[in-house]
């Protein structure tokens, strides 16, 4: 691994993300998330705006640092591979998304159990749908992000 003077690191002649951008793309998607998460959970959760949103505050700190550890592991596979992770494909980016999604699944449920009260089973179904709508905004939102801050490679104009 070595760094271009622009601050990409390039593996394997594949240029990927920096850390800075990384962090660009975590705090525009967890912002954005948050207003909306907060706003819905309220709703859903037949609970206060202040409370849900401070929940969510929360469940985005915590989908952060994960989010960061999973697309910077992620990106790492699609070089292994050959393959440049900001041209992923459609599958590539299903696959991506609803890996993290399970990822986070798993770390929220306690969180949300306790925050709200609810049972494990409640807890679930809110999640699932939760988790479905986020999975369809990881993707669409990844491919904006992806369109608007291409990573230049080494050996072309994108």
Do not use: C
């Not at 948050?34 to 206060?48: F, N």
């Not at 949103?53 to 292994?80: C, G, Q, T």
């Not at 591979?81 to 770390?107: D, K, N, S, Y």
């Not at 993707?139 to 608007?148: G, S």
């Amino acid at each position: 691994w070595r760094f271009e003077s622009s601050g990409v690191r390039l593996t394997s002649k594949i240029a990927v993300r920096s850390g800075w951008d990384r962090l660009r793309y975590a705090v525009i998607f967890e912002v954005l998330l948050v207003a909306m998460l907060g706003v819905a959970l309220s709703y859903l959760a037949e609970r206060a705006a202040s409370n849900t949103v401070a929940l969510a505050a929360l469940l985005s700190a915590k989908a952060l640092l994960i989010n960061m550890v999973y697309n910077y592991i992620y990106d790492r596979v699609d070089v292994h591979h050959g393959r440049i992770p900001t041209q992923r494909t459609w599958l590539g980016r299903a696959v991506h998304a609803i890996g993290f999604e399970l990822i986070l699944t798993m770390t929220s449920l306690p969180i949300m159990m306790w925050w709200l009260g609810l049972s494990f089973w409640q807890a679930l179904l809110l999640d699932l749908g939760i988790m479905s709508a986020v999975v369809a905004y990881t993707f669409v939102f990844t491919l904006i992000y992806d369109r608007y801050f291409p990573v230049r490679q080494p050996d072309s104009s994108v």
